[in-house]
């Protein structure tokens, strides 16, 4: 038991040492902000665009047939599930946002340390650094 906390501790007092992200500049952070912004419109006009899918289909057996109507019911489905997950994102992105004008943006929610730019590149919604984001 105690040499595998030696050994987490050991690990984590390299990683610190060597750590190869840093703090963020007000420069990589306003084009981290710019392309949350961007992300932000494009899911809002995806979603304007995606409205019309979204709406009750009609059982007018007369205008439609049975086979036609169970498509269009599924293609509803398909068309609502993209709707949650668009939300979803738009509200992760929305949180970055806050985050940034508080001054919070780059840190893990779990550990509190500094994220990787690396990672925020690559996702600028995250929340959690590499390490607690394996562990989750």
């Known amino acids: 038991m105690f040499h595998l906390v030696f050994q987490t501790y050991l690990k984590t007092a390299y990683r610190r040492r060597n750590r190869l992200n840093r703090r963020m500049n007000k420069e990589e952070q306003e084009h981290l902000k710019e392309r949350l912004l961007q992300l932000r419109l494009e899911l809002q006009e995806v979603d304007d665009l995606s409205r ?29 599930a993209s709707a949650r997950r668009r939300q979803a994102q738009l509200s992760a992105v929305e ?42």
């Open 52 to 80: 019309e899918s979204t709406k009750p289909v009609e059982l007018d057996q007369s205008a439609i047939g049975w086979v036609s109507r169970v498509d269009a019911i599924q293609a509803q489905q398909m068309s609502l």
């Open 95 to 136: 949180g970055a946002l806050r985050r940034i004008e508080s001054d919070e943006y780059g840190y893990c929610f779990v550990c509190g340390e500094d994220m990787d730019l690396r990672r925020l590149e690559a996702d600028p919604t995250s929340t959690r650094c590499l390490e607690c984001a394996k562990r989750k």
